[in-house]
């Protein structure tokens, strides 16, 4: 192996060719630590699966702490040649976690010097931060809160400036409806302060940093002096500060270093205590436009009312007094439509080159108020024209398009909030100390902290029930309506309802970074998401605004005509009375309405389905899930529960203390629910089994099980083909009796034989029912043996054709393709809960994976939630809530797309004339916004009406 460098700055390579990947891996990750005296650590994104590249973190070393190695990984062949058929190379590499990277993990796990999950060695921090060579050149994840956002147009204007405009851009997300926007920002590019001035001159929009640390707190500050002060503080576990505003500094800080408490107490008098509690950051900036638009709406109408009795009353006013009054009013109402209009709409075109709809008002107010005041100069001069000035119409336009914009942003925020997952977040919890109880705020719990939760309460935080116990409503986050029981060692969730009992609970996790912020944050992402549905929306959108405007012009030509010849009016009536139609069409046609469609429905959707427990991460699914044909399932955790009992355990060897010894250190902190109910059943045994005086140095093999030496020998337990234990009668008669079964073998010798049941979800028969009365082939492929296979099939109804046992990952895999290229128009949907469906999940249409129970609070197995497009909390239930789901939000998007279609054809057919003896006049085409938007709003909102079981 070879090695190169080792100077301040520089960076470690390894290069090896594999022919058995986790062993080679683990070798290379070891010659690494010999190398340069330090611990390497797998960052989240290292596995670069096209260059069968992983890198590694190094923390600590010589030389100057280099911090960097890469270790080749050649495992792309082995893949597909592994007589185990562990792991495939056909995943999809935007996936989170490559499932190739479970070489590199199960190299890991099998050093016994090393931590034994994948979250340990991710989480390990750096010696030297400051010197973190990958760090600095990773790109930078930015995440904006933006002001002003109204529709599609919006989002296609704001990815327009940053991709032309903004270099060392990437991976640009944005969504409207929630008011944010986030990108990857390459450490060669600006500063994210000068994109942020680049993006408010080009678009108009007003940005803020969103700032994601694990913990913090604002404060309030009582004097200038004092935030001066908080800002140079140095206090050990303060990690950064920063001032919000004049009276409020964020301060964050490291929750293991140094608990919130002690910080207001270590920080004294330098604070006047903790500021109000945050918002929701999208609901907060849409409610702070929402009460500007409100400002704008009030002045508004205060100055157009005064125009309209002018206009339209019958006041015995001198016609040049009157019409100079309705001049100063109306221009007033101009400048207010200047930030709201004209501003985004010339700085639209001038930096993106972009027309979008709100050039098209700014076209129509400005024709109708420049041709008043032309028509008040004639009318000064002595020369009246024969069409007088109309100023109400241009500050009646400006009043409704602003007035409609607060009903339509108003209608928003309540149907997001509605739906809002950060607002089951409690904002109190009953602390105890000493013996006494006292109410704090929620965001001064600590580690280490015991609340207490009482009846009808809810529970502050992530925790784990140290007194008491009860039944505990978890509903509101995994959708499950039958109670949860609670006792000493249980673990609860944060938001959810503490029914009857009274239980004391330590945190585990604290407020601002526990269940509920992760299932938000997952929620959130999703809807940034762009499905296909919506580019056809953005594509129509975007021809909306030329394709009125000339449709604007040749109404006005044709009234022109019709006015001359038809009528016989002179060219200065012609144009008067051509131009208000022109005008009435330009203002009443809208957009809005095709863009917000779908956005709309994808954050109700999405909300919907996270108070349910189904957490969608890809907006694609929304659209998706309803088109579902065949439905996979996983056995072991998935249709049966997680834990399953050992009902016969027989040791074959001579030596019974080295079969149960050997047997103890292979299935010990190993998380397969069958090494799970081994591990406990042993020890519950009540035998006393002395630790083997060396480790094995096992290795996990996927699909099959363990393995490691002893005494020189290969000991391994798993499965009785992959232990060549399947002549054995024991394992014949365990087989038979439909059994799980694990054997222990030493040198191919049989050591152990165990035979385990699982139980039957109890949601799995009525599951399988209802997928399959909707037309919906459900299978079953699973790893384990045939009887134990198609024993549960036989018991939840899957008949025996749609059944695959002893399934490696890889069979699993072919199973799911050879499905989806059976037959055109197949939907696959995979549901699994451990690693070794990762491949599946990634190659299946629609992957899902299963999580409950405890399970919760850490959401399963990491590689195949990183691989799914969907996590379920509430177990099975949740597939026909999800496909159901699916199926009402289509509806409500098809149903906005012809609304909108409708609507503007017969807006712009009644402000062109089209009916000749009835028209809409151009002083209400304003009213063309709310009355476009509303019913799509409305329409989405109604998912929260349809009765979805879950």
């Given at each position: 192996m070879g090695y190169g460098c080792c100077s301040k700055g520089a960076a470690c390579t390894a290069n090896k060719?594999?022919?058995?990947?986790?062993?080679?891996?683990?070798?290379?990750?070891?010659?690494?630590?010999?190398?340069?005296?330090?611990?390497?650590?797998?960052?989240?994104?290292?596995?670069?699966?096209?260059?069968?590249?992983?890198?590694?973190?190094?923390a600590g070393g010589e030389a100057n702490k280099c911090i960097e190695a890469v270790a080749a990984v050649e495992c792309?062949?082995?893949?597909?040649?592994?007589?185990?058929?562990?792991?495939?190379?056909?995943?999809?590499?935007?996936?989170?976690?490559?499932?190739?990277?479970?070489?590199?993990?199960?190299?890991?796990?099998?050093?016994?010097?090393?931590?034994?999950?994948?979250?340990?060695?991710?989480?390990?921090?750096?010696?030297?931060?400051?010197?973190?060579?990958?760090?600095?050149?990773?790109?930078?994840?930015?995440?904006?809160?933006?002001?002003?956002?109204?529709?599609?147009?919006?989002?296609?204007?704001?990815?327009?400036?940053?991709?032309d405009s903004v270099p060392g851009v990437s991976n640009i997300r944005i969504d409207f409806v929630m008011g944010s926007a986030g990108f990857d920002l390459a450490p060669s590019a600006l500063p994210t302060s000068d994109i942020i001035r680049s993006i408010e001159k080009a678009t108009g929009f007003r940005c803020t940093v969103v700032n994601k640390v694990d913990q913090y707190l604002d404060v309030l500050v009582p004097s200038k002096a004092s935030l001066t002060a908080l800002q140079d503080v140095s206090v050990p576990g303060i990690l950064q500060t920063t001032s919000l505003n004049k009276r409020v500094i964020r301060i964050a800080y490291n929750p293991t270093a140094i608990g919130a408490r002690t910080l207001l107490e270590t920080l004294g008098d330098l604070t006047d205590g903790l500021a109000p509690p945050p918002e929701d950051p999208s609901l907060a900036n849409s409610r702070k436009k929402l009460r500007d638009t409100l400002l704008k709406t009030l002045a508004a109408w205060a100055l157009t009312i005064p125009v309209l009795v002018l206009a339209w009353g019958h006041l015995s006013l001198n016609p040049a007094t009157r019409a100079t009054v309705q001049l100063v009013l109306a221009t007033l109402v101009q400048l207010i439509a200047v930030?709201?209009?004209?501003?985004?709409?010339?700085?639209?075109?001038?930096?993106?080159?972009?027309?979008?709809?709100?050039?098209?008002?700014?076209?129509?107010?400005?024709?109708?108020?420049?041709?008043?005041?032309?028509?008040?100069?004639?009318?000064l001069a002595g020369s009246p024209l024969e069409t007088p000035e109309f100023f109400e119409t241009s500050a009646l336009l400006v009043t409704l398009v602003v007035f409609g914009r607060l009903v339509a942003a108003y209608a928003r925020i309540r149907a997001v909030a509605a739906v809002s997952v950060r607002s089951l977040q409690p904002t109190s919890a009953v602390l105890v100390e000493g013996g006494a109880e006292r109410e704090v705020d929620a965001r001064l719990l600590q580690f280490g902290d015991q609340f207490r939760v009482f009846g009808d309460c809810k529970i502050a935080t992530d925790g784990r029930v140290m007194e008491g116990s009860s039944e505990v409503d978890e509903s509101m986050v995994t959708g499950e309506s039958t109670p949860v029981v609670k006792r000493a060692g249980s673990d609860v969730i944060a938001g959810t309802r503490n029914i009857w009992g009274t239980m004391t609970v330590q945190p585990t996790r604290l407020p601002g970074h526990n269940t509920v912020t992760d299932i938000a944050d997952m929620v959130e992402q999703a809807s940034k998401g762009v499905p296909k549905i919506q580019s056809l929306a953005d594509r129509v959108a975007s021809y909306f605004v030329p394709a009125v405007s000339g449709i604007a012009v040749v109404v006005f030509i044709v009234w022109i005509?019709?006015?001359?010849?038809?009528?016989?009016?002179?060219?200065?009536?012609?144009?008067?009375?051509?131009?208000?139609?022109?005008?009435?069409?330009?203002?009443?046609?809208?957009?809005?309405?095709?863009?917000?469609?779908?956005?709309?429905?994808?954050?109700?959707?999405?909300?919907?389905?996270?108070?349910?427990?189904?957490?969608?991460?890809?907006?694609?699914?929304?659209?998706?899930?309803?088109?579902?044909?065949?439905?996979?399932?996983?056995?072991?955790?998935?249709?049966?529960e997680t834990d399953l009992d050992v009902l016969s355990f027989d040791v074959l060897a001579s030596e019974t203390h080295e079969a149960l010894a050997v047997t103890r250190a292979l299935v010990q902190g190993n998380k397969h629910p069958v090494s799970v109910a081994v591990a406990k059943f042993l020890e519950s045994s009540g035998e006393k089994v002395a630790p083997l005086a060396r480790e094995l140095n096992l290795r996990i093999?996927?699909?099959?099980?363990?393995?490691?030496?002893?005494?020189?020998?290969?000991?391994?337990?798993?499965?009785?083909?992959?232990?060549?234990?399947?002549?054995?009668?024991?394992?014949?008669?365990?087989?038979?009796?439909?059994?799980?079964?694990?054997?222990?073998?030493k040198d191919k010798q049989l050591l152990a034989v165990a035979g385990l049941k699982t139980r039957i979800r109890p949601e799995a028969v009525s599951v399988v029912d209802q997928l399959q009365r909707r037309g919906i082939a459900v299978h079953l492929v699973s790893g384990d043996n045939h009887a134990a296979v198609h024993s549960v099939a036989a018991e939840v109804g899957i008949p025996a054709l749609h059944v695959s046992a002893a399934c490696t990952p890889a069979m699993k895999r072919d199973y799911v393709v050879k499905l989806m290229a059976s037959e055109k128009g197949k939907t696959v949907m995979f549901c699994g809960d451990g690693t070794n469906d990762a491949v599946a999940v990634v190659q299946a249409d629609i992957g899902v994976q299963i999580s409950g129970g405890d399970e919760l609070v850490t959401m399963g197995s990491e590689v195949t939630r990183g691989a799914a497009d969907v996590v379920l909390l509430a177990g099975l239930q949740g597939v026909p809530f999800l496909i159901d789901l699916?199926?009402?939000?289509?509806?409500?998007?098809?149903?906005?797309?012809?609304?909108?279609?409708?609507?503007?054809?017969?807006?712009?057919?009644?402000?062109?004339?089209?009916?000749?003896?009835w028209r809409i006049p151009p002083a209400y085409a304003g009213l063309g916004e709310v009355v476009s938007i509303l019913p799509v709003i409305l329409a989405a909102v109604t998912l929260l009406a349809v009765k979805l079981r879950v």
């Open positions: 060719g594999l022919t058995q990947p986790e062993q080679q891996m683990k070798d290379n990750i070891r010659d690494l630590d010999e190398h340069v005296k330090a611990s390497a650590s797998l960052p989240r994104q290292g596995h670069d699966l096209a260059s069968s590249t992983a890198t590694l973190r190094v792309r062949e082995v893949c597909d040649t592994d007589d185990k058929g562990l792991l495939d190379d056909e995943g999809d590499i935007d996936k989170q976690r490559s499932p190739c990277s479970l070489h590199l993990q199960t190299a890991f796990e099998s050093d016994s010097s090393r931590p034994k999950t994948t979250d340990d060695i991710l989480t390990a921090p750096t010696k030297n931060p400051d010197t973190d060579i990958e760090k600095q050149f990773q790109p930078e994840h930015v995440s904006l809160a933006v002001q002003g956002m109204t529709c599609s147009g919006c989002v296609t204007k704001l990815e327009r400036v940053l991709n930030p709201e209009f004209y501003r985004p709409a010339v700085s639209s075109l001038i930096y993106s080159g972009a027309v979008e709809m709100d050039m098209l008002v700014v076209v129509s107010i400005t024709a109708a108020y420049l041709y008043s005041v032309v028509a008040f100069g004639f009318r005509i019709i006015s001359v010849r038809a009528r016989g009016d002179t060219a200065g009536q012609a144009v008067a009375h051509s131009i208000t139609y022109s005008i009435a069409v330009l203002a009443i046609s809208c957009p809005c309405g095709i863009g917000l469609a779908v956005p709309m429905v994808l954050v109700i959707a999405g909300g919907i389905a996270a108070r349910a427990g189904v957490i969608i991460k890809s907006a694609d699914v929304t659209e998706r899930a309803r088109k579902v044909t065949d439905v996979l399932f996983d056995k072991t955790g998935t249709l049966t093999i996927p699909g099959a099980g363990v393995e490691g030496v002893h005494d020189g020998a290969i000991v391994r337990g798993g499965s009785p083909q992959w232990t060549d234990s399947m002549e054995n009668p024991l394992v014949k008669r365990l087989i038979q009796d439909k059994m799980t079964v694990f054997c222990v073998t699916s199926g009402a939000a289509y509806r409500r998007m098809v149903f906005n797309f012809v609304w909108s279609g409708v609507y503007n054809l017969l807006a712009i057919l009644m402000t062109s004339g089209a009916f000749v003896t």
